[in-house]
Every structure is written in structure tokens, then in C-alpha cells.
């Protein structure tokens, strides 16, 4: 029998349970995969030369060429950043001082693109440019993709019907929310491929241009969880 709601002692989050007011926590959980929204890229261009300025020259050139082709593909392209630089001496393993045989240098760059049509020519393109590596890739969702605010929803009202579920079990019925908590699930790591273009390889102009490779998106799983405390209309044991 349910007892008024004015004679309800007042729940307090954290306060245990009493048989006036016994407290019921329940986990909900919520778990489904989507079509990625993004695919990331990284790109590696490099150059090496016994001169410091060719090495330069050629590493400026080999990074506008990367760029280019990133950017050809448009409105494709959520975000392309340069993430370092680096031009380092290297050094003879014989004989005594600082004697300089040569420089590498590399710029890394990164790029994600919401348009998977033009993905698969976009990376064997990338790949067969001069002393070029692209690694990858890495699908993924936006922060505020609708998928997550499914599976929270999702994740709450699976906690909801387990709670019910135990109360008639009890024959009796949910009373009050006391806490709601997001436990969180760390998202899954994302599958990666990672490919090297053929160092010191050079394509003459008359070479046709790489067939685009067939990629297919990988499925994203989303996860949510939270814990609910709820309290119970007193059960008649």
C-alpha cells in the first residue's frame, strides 16, 4: 500500500536507505555501433640531402605538393593542420668534431575529411608522392554527434526499466530519483591502417596517377553508462 507523498521522509543523495525510504541503485548501460562521421590521416613528408638548402627546397616543395592535394578535395576537408617541423644535421659516425654529412627534415601534417568518396584517392595520391608517409586511418564520430546523445538517453532509460523490474519484483513501485551519475565508458580505440610510400622514388610526369584505393568506414561502437539510486514505495515482505 502507498503510503502519501507529504508522509515520505525526505531522500537525501548519499543518505543510505530505511525501511520507511529503502533505496534501490541500478546501473544502466547502453551499447550500439554507427557509421564513422570523420576520417583522420597523417601524413609524414620528408627530404634528405648533403646540402642544408636543398634539403630545404625539397621539403618546402614536397609539403606544398601534400597540402595541394589535401586541399583539392574541398569542402571534403573538416580540418588540416601542420603538427611539427623538423630539420635535423646529421652527423658522420667516423672521425672526432661535428662534422656534418648531411640533413633530414620532415613536416607532419594532419588531415580529416567528412567526405569518404574522395578518401580512397586522396591517400594513394598522398602515398605516392616523393619520400611520403601516410599513416591511418582513424575513423571517428564528432564530439556533438547525435550518436552520443542516444546512447545517454539510451542509458538512462535502460536504468529506469531495470529499477522497475525490481521493484515488481518486490511488489511495489519506484518512488523517487535520489542521483543520476554518468560513470562514463571510454571510447574504443580507433583501427588504424598505416602504409610508406617507396623511399627516394621519383614519378616522372608522364606516370598515370595511382588508382584510388577502396576503403570502407569502419563502424563506430558508442557505449554510455550511468547509475541511478532511486527510492521505493516500502514493499510488504
Known amino acids: 500500500m502507498a503510503i502519501p507523498h507529504d508522509a515520505r521522509p ?4 548519499g543518505a543510505p536507505g530505511t525501511p520507511a525510504a529503502p533505496h534501490l541503485t541500478v546501473r544502466g548501460e547502453a551499447r550500439f555501433d554507427v557509421a564513422p562521421e570523420l576520417a583522420r590521416l597523417d601524413i609524414t613528408v620528408g627530404a634528405r640531402d648533403r646540402d642544408r638548402r636543398a634539403t630545404l627546397d625539397a621539403l618546402t616543395r614536397r609539403n606544398a ?3 595541394d592535394l589535401v586541399r583539392s ?3 571534403g576537408v573538416e580540418r588540416l593542420e601542420t603538427g611539427s617541423l623538423t630539420v635535423t644535421p646529421e652527423l658522420g659516425s667516423r672521425g672526432r668534431g661535428e662534422r656534418v654529412r648531411g640533413y633530414h627534415g620532415t613536416v607532419r601534417l594532419a588531415a580529416e575529411l567528412s567526405d569518404f568518396a574522395v578518401l580512397g584517392d586522396l591517400a594513394a595520391r598522398l602515398a605516392d608522392l616523393d619520400l611520403t608517409r601516410v599513416d591511418g586511418l582513424r575513423w571517428s564520430l564528432r564530439p556533438d554527434s547525435p550518436a552520443h546523445r542516444r546512447a545517454r538517453q ?3 532509460h535502460d536504468a ?3 529499477a522497475r523490474e525490481y521493484a515488481e519484483a518486490l511488489g511495489t513501485a519506484l518512488d523517487a530519483l535520489v542521483e543520476l551519475t554518468d560513470t562514463g565508458v571510454p571510447d574504443l580505440p580507433p583501427e588504424t591502417f598505416a602504409g610508406t610510400a617507396p623511399r627516394g622514388f621519383a614519378r616522372s610526369a608522364a606516370d598515370e596517377e595511382p588508382p584510388p584505393l577502396d576503403l570502407e568506414p569502419q563502424r563506430r561502437r558508442v557505449q554510455a553508462e550511468v547509475t541511478a539510486r532511486f527510492t521505493l514505495v516500502p ?3
Do not use: H, I, K, N
Not at 10 to 13: D, G, L, M
Open 73 to 75: 578535395c574541398g569542402d
Open 154 to 156: 539510451e542509458a538512462v
Open 235 to 237: 514493499p510488504e515482505l
Open 160 to 162: 529506469v526499466r531495470r
Open 10 to 13: 525526505a531522500a537525501r543523495s
Open 65 to 67: 605538393a601534400a597540402l
